[in-house]
C-alpha cells in the first residue's frame, strides 16, 4: 500500500498512479479510495459547479478484479446509464477514456444515503415524515417500472442505492451498474446485492431473473421504507392495513403468488392510498 494526495487530501493505492488529468474536471475535495469494484471515486469542484468522477484503471488497494476488468465494467456501466436515463436517476454527464484507464462523470448531489453503512446519514434520511417515505417508494417503483420497459431487470439494488436530497425534496437513485438486459438466468448461484432485497430466484441457479423479481425487490423497498425491514410483520408495519398488504405480496417466496407486473403493484398501491392510478 502506498499513501498517495490529491489537491491535499490523502489516499490509500496499492501503488502510485498519476492523476494530474483530474484537474480537467476541477479541484478534488472528496476521494472515495475503499471500493473493491476497482473503482476510486472523487468529488471535484470548478467555479461553484461540483461532480462525482468515478475512474477505472488504477491499481486501488481493496479491487476485486484486475483493472482492465475495471475499465470494462465502469465502460458497460456507462452505457446502463445512459439508456436508463430518468429523473430519479443520478444524471451521467459524462464517460470516455481519459488518464489511462476510465472516467463516468456525473453530477454532484447533495443528498443523504439511506444505507446502513453510513449511520449519520440513515438517521437524518428516516427523519422524514411517513409520507414522504412513501413517496420515496412511488419513486423507485416508477423507476423500476421504467427500467423494465427498458429491458432491464434491477441487480444489486439497495438501500445504499437510495438518496434524498432534503433541499429539494427529491429521491436520488445510483448504482444500477450490475443491472442486467432481459431475458437473463441466475448464473452464478448466489448473485450479488444485499440479501435483505433479494428473492428466493437470486440464490438459485437456472432461475429466472426478471419483473417478478423486480416486484419482490419492490416490496422488500417498501418493507425497509415502511416497516421493520427484514421482520415483515404487520406489528412492525407504519403505513395503512392496505399498503401493508400490498408490499407482503410482493415479497411472496412463491414467484407466483406474487404481483404479475410492476404496473400491477403500482395500481394497487395507489388503490390503497385511495388516489386514482394515473400509470405513471
Known amino acids: 500500500m502506498v499513501l498517495q494526495t490529491v489537491d491535499g487530501i490523502a489516499f490509500r493505492m496499492a501503488r502510485e498512479y498519476d492523476f494530474s488529468f483530474l484537474g480537467k474536471f476541477g479541484k478534488v475535495f472528496k476521494i472515495w479510495d475503499d471500493q473493491d469494484s476497482g473503482n476510486i471515486c472523487f468529488g471535484l469542484e470548478r467555479e461553484g459547479l461540483r461532480l462525482f468522477l468515478k475512474f477505472a484503471g488504477a491499481p486501488t488497494q481493496r479491487a476485486s478484479c484486475p483493472p482492465r476488468e475495471a475499465i470494462e465494467n465502469l465502460r458497460s456501466a456507462a452505457e446502463i446509464y445512459r439508456q436508463l436515463a430518468h429523473d430519479s436517476l443520478i444524471c451521467l454527464r459524462w464517460a470516455g477514456e481519459i488518464g489511462g484507464g476510465y472516467a463516468a462523470v456525473f453530477d454532484w448531489?447533495?443528498?443523504?444515503?439511506?444505507?446502513?453503512?453510513?449511520?449519520?446519514?440513515?438517521?437524518?434520511?428516516?427523519?422524514?415524515?411517513?409520507?414522504?417515505?412513501?413517496?420515496?417508494?412511488?419513486?423507485?417503483?416508477?423507476?423500476?417500472?421504467?427500467?423494465?420497459?427498458?429491458?432491464?431487470?434491477?441487480?444489486?439494488?439497495?438501500?445504499?442505492?437510495?438518496?434524498?436530497?432534503?433541499?429539494?425534496?427529491?429521491?436520488v437513485l445510483c448504482d444500477i451498474d450490475l443491472f442486467l438486459r432481459q431475458p437473463c438466468v441466475n448464473q452464478m448461484g448466489r448473485m450479488w446485492g444485499s440479501s435483505r432485497f433479494m428473492s428466493p430466484e437470486e440464490f438459485t441457479l437456472g432461475a429466472p431473473i426478471d419483473e417478478r423479481t423486480n416486484v419482490f425487490l419492490a416490496g422488500a423497498m417498501a418493507f425497509a421504507l415502511l416497516g421493520g425491514e427484514t421482520d415483515r410483520s404487520q406489528a412492525a408495519w407504519r403505513a395503512s392495513d392496505g399498503l401493508y398488504r400490498v408490499a407482503l405480496r410482493a415479497v411472496s417466496a412463491d414467484r407466483a403468488q406474487r404481483y404479475p407486473s410492476l404496473r400491477a403493484m403500482q395500481q394497487d398501491w395507489a388503490r390503497e392510498k385511495g388516489r386514482p392510478y394515473n400509470g405513471t
Open 109 to 171: 448531489v447533495d443528498a443523504v444515503c439511506m444505507g446502513k453503512m453510513y449511520p449519520q446519514d440513515r438517521k437524518r434520511f428516516f427523519s422524514l415524515p411517513l409520507d414522504a417515505l412513501a413517496r420515496v417508494q412511488e419513486e423507485i417503483m416508477a423507476f423500476l417500472l421504467h427500467v423494465n420497459e427498458r429491458g432491464f431487470v434491477a441487480v444489486d439494488f439497495y438501500d445504499g442505492s437510495v438518496l434524498y436530497d432534503f433541499a429539494r425534496g427529491k429521491t
